[in-house]
């Protein structure tokens, strides 16, 4: 019993005077278990890395140095061999310098479409006045040939170029076709828009389909307010207009 009392005894107390011991044993206890956690994460980061790193290092290191080596060796030869591969590097450089300026002139390339594009929209050819009541068409009248179209709508209606050209001539001949403007296409035909009250072109110019180029009138010989519209193939051959503009898109009722 004694035994076993000062078992108990001891028991407890080591409960009363190992509660310092026992202190020091928890933090013992603490320390080994914080010890063993650090321990354990030193060991999982050593694990890991040493995973991570002792297989391939070792080797690694050994293979980077006879590789650095290598490489230095190769780039030393690299360097050597390509020293004259280096200015064909810097000529193709030159080359790709050169592409930039076909980038930047593809890019001019680009905006000068776009400016079309917003011409586009303007057909080669189109109606010289839109939305005019046709008063005379080509053809025999009174004996003689009316050589174009009449067009009519409320004087200083805009006039438009029927298609892209040169003016060469605009004024008043005094030929009966009052303030006229001819313009040349380049294609053999010529187009001429005569009686206008004011002309907005000089001699030279070069117009755009659908451009402005004078106000409708009653210039020279007319009895109101119209467009004489002509065309001709060669200059003075004119030739009926309703069907040399149908071809082209534009449909002026004769
Ligand atoms: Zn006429």
Redesign the pocket.
Known sequence: MQEDSPVQNENTPDTAPTEQPQRPRRRNRLVVLGAAALIALGLGGVVVATTGTDHPAPTAVSLDAQSRNEAASRADRSARESSTPVTPSASPSATSASPAPTKTVAAKAEPKPKPKKTTKPTPAWVDPMPGATVT?CYGQRWGTL?A?I?LALPSGTPIRAAAAGTVTQAGDAADGYGNSVFIDHGTGYLTHY?HQSRIAVTVGQRVKAGQIIGYEGATGDATGP?L?FEVHQGMWNQIDPAPFMRAHGVDLGC
Do not use: E, I, M
């Open positions: 005379s009316h174009g009449d005569a119209h004489h």
